[in-house]
């Protein structure tokens, strides 16, 4: 397992374009980012020449301050929807990234959601084509619906479900602690069922979503269970700083040296 850090949550006292070379600065090699404000090229030039791998990028979402949390379940979006994707590939495979996170959508009450379900789940199954031949991976993210109330998938059973329906071992799960922890689900548990189909892995403490160590996430039990499971892959810090990022992030690094490789 290697650490990775987030730059949308962390780092944002920053313009964009600083980010990558801040979290470099901090002693992190690797990150990840939610679709970011910038054209793909210049992302791909930014990481570059901050010397910092791309661990996970997640596709075009929408308006994420308007709430809005992808659309892969719209089946009036297809076209666009696959056009984004295709982007979300593009970049990825510019900057070496292995990973494109996937936001399922909110449930939309004009559609059933059969219907919805149905569609998220051809889209999965013709991005799973492309995404091979790329030479990627997909992964899917349950976010709880207390955050964001309506959205399609908010357990790591619901996308465990969805993966049994696709049925493509390059589609995979992308579990985010908060989000189990906020759901009432227990972590360690949920990290021992989802075993065979972990893909990523973010952190942040509970309630809060602060650091690690700030609320009641037992962060060494979820390490440990990580583990158990043969996981050894990203464990992403997605968690909004209560100190300026770089003091945050060594903070943590103090209490959880595997979550932090701080020069």
Not at 48 to 57: F, K, M, S
Not at 70 to 81: L, Q
Not at 83 to 93: G, I, K, P
Not at 194 to 212: K, S, T
Request: aromatic share 6%.
């Amino acid at each position: 397992m290697y650490p990775v850090v987030n730059l949308g949550l962390l780092f944002t006292e920053l313009p964009w374009r600083r980010r990558f070379a801040a979290a470099a600065e901090t002693g992190f090699d690797r990150v990840e980012f939610p679709w970011p404000p910038l054209p793909p090229d210049e992302v791909a030039g930014l990481a570059r020449a901050a010397g910092v791998q791309v661990a996970l990028l997640n596709m075009d979402a929408g308006d994420l301050a308007a709430g809005q949390r992808g659309y892969t379940n719209d089946p009036r979006r297809t076209a666009r929807w696959r056009d984004d994707l295709r982007r979300a590939v593009d970049l990825a495979r510019d900057v070496g990234c292995p990973l494109v996170n996937v936001l399922a959508g909110r449930r939309l009450p004009e559609l059933d959601e059969r219907d919805q379900l149905s569609c998220l789940t051809d889209n999965l199954r013709w991005a799973a084509d492309l995404a091979e031949a790329a030479g990627l991976k997909l992964v899917v993210e349950p976010i709880n619906d207390h955050d964001i109330p309506g959205y399609l998938l908010p357990r790591v059973s619901d996308v465990i479900a969805l993966l049994d329906q696709v049925g493509r071992p390059v589609v995979e799960l992308q579990l985010d602690a908060y989000h189990v922890a906020a759901m009432g689900d227990d972590v360690t548990k949920t990290v021992a069922a989802a075993a065979g189909v972990l893909g990523h892995v973010q952190i942040a403490d509970f309630p809060g979503r602060h650091e690690p160590g700030t609320g009641t996430l037992d962060v060494d039990a979820l390490l440990a269970a990580l583990g158990a499971a043969g996981y050894d892959g990203g464990l992403a810090l997605e968690y909004v700083p209560t100190l300026p990022s770089a003091a945050s992030l060594r903070a943590v690094a103090a209490r959880y040296p595997r979550l932090g490789p701080i020069r």
